[in-house]
């Protein structure tokens, strides 16, 4: 493994995701970027996508050992732990005639949300900060975080555009909102020691269908979705020294859909 150690490393949760890749991509050319994601995911990238130039490691952001010793692994490997960011999540697609209301929800279906959206993005950050800590400080931060939370996080979901009685169940949006509440933990907890920001992005076009993309470009108000490497830029910005002064923040890119 040929590892350029001046290169800063930056970790990506849920990394073979729809924004995990595009975020990894375009990450690539200036860190060292190391995917983290299932194993399932992992082994079906090194069978079919070997496009993209970066490291691939399986690891259950569940299962607190397993991202210890992941963590660790990286650090002994690349020398330094620099960029965190948590991408990982479930949101399963709207699905024609399933119909569950919030008082019916079920409890394993919320826990499951929660443990990989939030839970996970927990102890992720937790492990992470650990060896940022340990890294030299001279001027500026010794790490960043960087939280991906959702439009659904700051608005409600509009249970209108969706059809044929689907309705969007609560842990996702909640999930989301307590990523922003973490993201203000971690900033004011470490100050200026660690960067914590976050992105919300709104809705991203992947193969949903033509009523579902009528329904919801109709609230967004520059009428459209966003494109799936629309937030390659943005993503560069949190993790540069030119969005520093961040600190604690949330970075909304809806298309305009959460002023309303």
Known sequence: ???????????????????????????????????????????????????????????????????????????????????????????????????????????????????????????????????????????????????????LGINAPDQDIYEDGYIKPPDYGVSKAGLIGLTKYIASYYGAIIKSVCLAPGGVYNGQSEQFVKNLTSRIPIGRMATVDEYNGIIKFLCSSDSDYMQGQTLVADGGRSII
């Open 1 to 151: 493994m040929n590892i350029n150690k001046e290169l800063k490393t930056v970790i990506i949760s849920g990394g073979l995701g729809l924004l995990g890749k595009q975020f990894a991509g375009t990450l690539r050319s200036d860190y060292n970027v190391v995917v983290l994601d299932m194993e399932d995911k992992v082994n079906d990238y090194f069978a079919i996508d070997i496009v993209y130039n970066f490291y691939v490691l399986s690891c259950d952001i569940t299962n607190e050992e397993c991202v210890k010793t992941v963590i660790s692994y990286i650090y002994e490997k690349w020398g330094s732990i620099d960029i965190l960011i948590n991408c990982a999540a479930l949101n399963p697609p709207p699905k024609c005639n399933v119909f569950e209301t919030f008082e019916n929800y079920s409890l394993e279906k919320w826990k499951k949300t929660l443990d990989v959206n939030l839970t996970g993005s927990f102890v992720m950050t937790r492990e992470v900060i650990k060896y940022m800590l340990k890294g030299s400080y001279k001027a500026g931060f010794r790490g960043t975080i960087i939280n991906i939370a959702s439009d």
